[in-house]
């Protein structure tokens, strides 16, 4: 099981951003869940994959719920600033990734959090709704509305 969690590390992170929009959130949430994953073990017939993915998604649901009730969450723009800009490619570069972060933010978390296992992290729908506990016409019609909402979104 460790080589496996270690292959699905970086992807396991970029879904840990994608939830909490921040590095160090991420980061945070990327350890938790590694801990609680080495802690109590995959279950007997599961990917490790897939049982990762959801344990990371259960641990920001529980995180998210604690916030919401101290305060309202702001997306992070430490990933933008990180790092050198050099020169106007990636100026534009970062604009965009930043108007698109926004954008996403304005989709409902369960629409955001489909859009971005398919579109992000290359998962199949099965895996999605394995890993979300969803039927597979959920993670659908989710993406469906998500993408529907991204192109009203983008065109205003």
């Given at each position: 099981?460790?080589?496996?969690?270690?292959?699905?590390?970086?992807?396991?992170r970029?879904?840990?951003w994608?939830?909490?929009?921040?590095?160090?959130?991420?980061?945070?949430?990327?350890?938790?869940?590694?801990?609680?994953l080495l802690?109590?073990?995959?279950?007997?017939?599961?990917?490790?994959?897939?049982?990762?993915?959801?344990?990371?998604?259960n641990?920001?649901?529980?995180?998210?719920?604690?916030?919401?009730?101290?305060?309202?969450t702001?997306?992070?723009?430490d990933?933008l600033?990180?790092?050198?800009?050099?020169?106007?490619?990636?100026?534009q570069?970062?604009?965009?990734?930043?108007?698109?972060?926004?954008?996403?933010?304005?989709?409902?978390?369960?629409?955001?959090?489909?859009?971005?296992?398919?579109?992000?992290q290359?998962?199949?729908?099965?895996?999605?709704?394995?890993?979300?506990?969803?039927?597979?016409?959920?993670v659908?019609?989710?993406l469906?509305?998500?993408?529907?909402?991204?192109?009203?979104?983008?065109?205003?």
């Amino acid at each position: 099981m460790n080589e496996q969690l270690i292959d699905i590390l970086p992807g396991l992170r970029r879904f840990a951003w994608s939830l909490t929009q921040s590095v160090h959130d991420a980061d945070d949430l990327l350890q938790a869940t590694v801990e609680r994953l080495l802690k109590k073990g995959v279950p007997d017939g599961v990917e490790v994959a897939r049982w990762a993915f959801t344990v990371c998604r259960n641990l920001w649901i529980d995180e998210y719920r604690s916030r919401r009730v101290r305060k309202s969450t702001n997306v992070d723009t430490d990933l933008l600033e990180a790092g050198q800009i050099d020169g106007e490619n990636d100026i534009q570069a970062q604009m965009e990734l930043k108007k698109v972060m926004e954008i996403m933010q304005q989709l409902p978390e369960e629409q955001r959090l489909t859009l971005t296992l398919v579109s992000i992290q290359g998962m199949s729908y099965l895996d999605v709704a394995q890993a979300l506990e969803i039927p597979v016409g959920t993670v659908m019609s989710r993406l469906a509305r998500a993408r529907s909402k991204l192109t009203e979104l983008v065109r205003t």
